[in-house]
Protein backbone atom coordinates (compact mmCIF):
# COMPACT_ATOMS: atom_id res chain seq x y z
CA UNK A 1 0.00 0.00 0.00
CA UNK A 2 1.42 2.95 -0.84
CA UNK A 3 1.14 5.80 1.90
CA UNK A 4 1.60 8.69 0.01
CA UNK A 5 -1.56 7.98 -1.97
CA UNK A 6 -3.91 8.44 0.84
CA UNK A 7 -5.90 11.46 0.96
CA UNK A 8 -6.62 13.94 3.41
CA UNK A 9 -9.69 12.77 4.66
CA UNK A 10 -7.96 8.81 5.04
CA UNK A 11 -5.30 10.61 7.08
CA UNK A 12 -7.74 11.85 9.85
CA UNK A 13 -9.55 8.61 9.76
CA UNK A 14 -5.85 7.27 10.51
CA UNK A 15 -5.22 9.90 13.02
CA UNK A 16 -8.25 9.90 14.70
CA UNK A 17 -8.20 5.91 14.74
CA UNK A 18 -4.36 6.21 16.76
CA UNK A 19 -5.77 8.81 18.97
CA UNK A 20 -8.54 7.43 20.37
CA UNK A 21 -6.63 4.75 22.44
CA UNK A 22 -4.05 7.10 22.94
CA UNK A 23 -6.54 9.00 24.76
CA UNK A 24 -8.47 6.43 26.59
CA UNK A 25 -5.18 4.57 27.73
CA UNK A 26 -4.17 8.55 29.26
CA UNK A 27 -7.49 8.93 30.92
CA UNK A 28 -7.43 5.39 32.69
CA UNK A 29 -4.00 6.35 33.61
CA UNK A 30 -5.19 9.62 35.59
CA UNK A 31 -8.30 7.98 36.55
CA UNK A 32 -6.45 5.92 38.62
CA UNK A 33 -3.97 8.24 39.77
CA UNK A 34 -6.89 10.20 41.13
CA UNK A 35 -8.42 6.64 42.80
CA UNK A 36 -5.08 5.99 44.49
CA UNK A 37 -5.15 9.56 46.05
CA UNK A 38 -8.61 9.77 46.74
CA UNK A 39 -8.09 6.09 49.11
CA UNK A 40 -4.71 8.09 50.25
CA UNK A 41 -6.76 10.90 51.69
CA UNK A 42 -9.48 8.62 53.15
CA UNK A 43 -6.87 5.94 54.49
CA UNK A 44 -5.37 9.69 56.47
CA UNK A 45 -8.96 10.74 57.45
CA UNK A 46 -9.81 7.19 59.03
CA UNK A 47 -6.65 7.71 60.95
CA UNK A 48 -7.52 11.12 62.32
CA UNK A 49 -11.06 10.05 63.29
CA UNK A 50 -9.44 7.01 65.07
CA UNK A 51 -7.44 8.72 67.06
CA UNK A 52 -9.99 11.29 67.79
CA UNK A 53 -12.07 8.52 68.98
CA UNK A 54 -9.63 7.41 70.88
CA UNK A 55 -8.84 10.79 72.92
CA UNK A 56 -12.20 10.99 73.50
CA UNK A 57 -12.42 7.25 75.04
CA UNK A 58 -9.28 8.49 77.47
CA UNK A 59 -10.97 11.32 78.58
CA UNK A 60 -14.97 9.46 79.17
CA UNK A 61 -12.64 6.71 81.05
CA UNK A 62 -10.64 9.85 83.26
CA UNK A 63 -14.10 11.23 84.16
CA UNK A 64 -15.34 7.76 84.96
CA UNK A 65 -12.38 7.03 87.67
CA UNK A 66 -13.21 10.39 88.93
CA UNK A 67 -16.68 10.43 89.60
CA UNK A 68 -15.60 6.43 91.06
CA UNK A 69 -12.99 7.55 93.73
CA UNK A 70 -14.89 10.65 94.88
CA UNK A 71 -16.23 8.70 97.55
CA UNK A 72 -13.04 6.24 97.68
CA UNK A 73 -10.48 6.45 100.40
CA UNK A 74 -8.08 4.41 98.68
CA UNK A 75 -6.28 7.43 97.33
CA UNK A 76 -5.93 8.83 100.78
CA UNK A 77 -4.70 5.70 102.42
CA UNK A 78 -1.86 5.55 99.95
CA UNK A 79 -1.34 9.37 100.49
CA UNK A 80 -0.75 8.55 104.18
CA UNK A 81 1.22 5.35 103.72
CA UNK A 82 3.70 6.92 101.25
CA UNK A 83 3.62 10.00 103.97
CA UNK A 84 4.57 7.53 107.05
CA UNK A 85 7.14 5.52 104.64
CA UNK A 86 9.10 9.04 103.92
CA UNK A 87 8.94 9.86 107.35
CA UNK A 88 10.13 6.41 108.77
CA UNK A 89 13.03 6.62 106.35
CA UNK A 90 14.23 9.47 108.54
CA UNK A 91 14.71 7.40 111.18
CA UNK A 92 17.97 5.54 111.63
CA UNK A 93 16.39 2.74 113.75
CA UNK A 94 13.78 2.18 111.22
CA UNK A 95 16.07 2.26 107.82
CA UNK A 96 17.93 -1.14 108.00
CA UNK A 97 13.67 -2.79 107.95
CA UNK A 98 12.58 -0.50 105.37
CA UNK A 99 15.86 -1.21 103.32
CA UNK A 100 15.51 -4.92 103.76
CA UNK A 101 11.40 -4.80 103.15
CA UNK A 102 12.71 -2.97 99.48
CA UNK A 103 14.82 -5.48 98.88
CA UNK A 104 12.08 -8.57 100.13
CA UNK A 105 10.01 -6.44 97.65
CA UNK A 106 11.94 -6.26 94.75
CA UNK A 107 13.72 -9.87 94.40
CA UNK A 108 11.25 -12.48 96.97
CA UNK A 109 7.85 -10.54 95.79
CA UNK A 110 5.99 -12.54 93.19
CA UNK A 111 5.57 -10.69 90.06
CA UNK A 112 1.77 -10.56 90.55
CA UNK A 113 1.76 -8.98 94.02
CA UNK A 114 4.50 -6.03 92.57
CA UNK A 115 1.90 -5.98 89.50
CA UNK A 116 -1.16 -5.71 92.09
CA UNK A 117 0.37 -2.91 94.36
CA UNK A 118 1.51 -0.87 91.12
CA UNK A 119 -2.33 -1.78 89.87
CA UNK A 120 -3.94 -0.33 93.43
CA UNK A 121 -1.58 2.52 93.62
CA UNK A 122 -2.36 3.77 90.12
CA UNK A 123 -6.08 3.98 90.38
CA UNK A 124 -6.04 5.27 93.28
CA UNK A 125 -4.22 8.09 91.50
CA UNK A 126 -6.11 8.02 88.43
CA UNK A 127 -2.90 6.52 86.17
CA UNK A 128 -3.67 4.51 83.09
CA UNK A 129 -0.28 3.47 82.10
CA UNK A 130 0.54 1.16 84.82
CA UNK A 131 2.57 -0.88 81.84
CA UNK A 132 4.71 2.03 81.39
CA UNK A 133 6.28 1.63 85.02
CA UNK A 134 9.65 -0.27 84.77
CA UNK A 135 11.35 -2.60 87.39
Not at 2 to 23: N, R
Request: proline fraction near 3%; aromatic fraction near 12%.
Amino acid sequence: MDYGSLGLKDGYKMLAALIGPAVELATGYFNNKKEKSVAKQKLEVAKIEAQVSKVQQDGTWEESAMKASDNSWKDEAWTIAFILLIAACMWPDAQPYIKQGFIVLKEDCPEFISWGILASIGASFGLKSIGAFKK
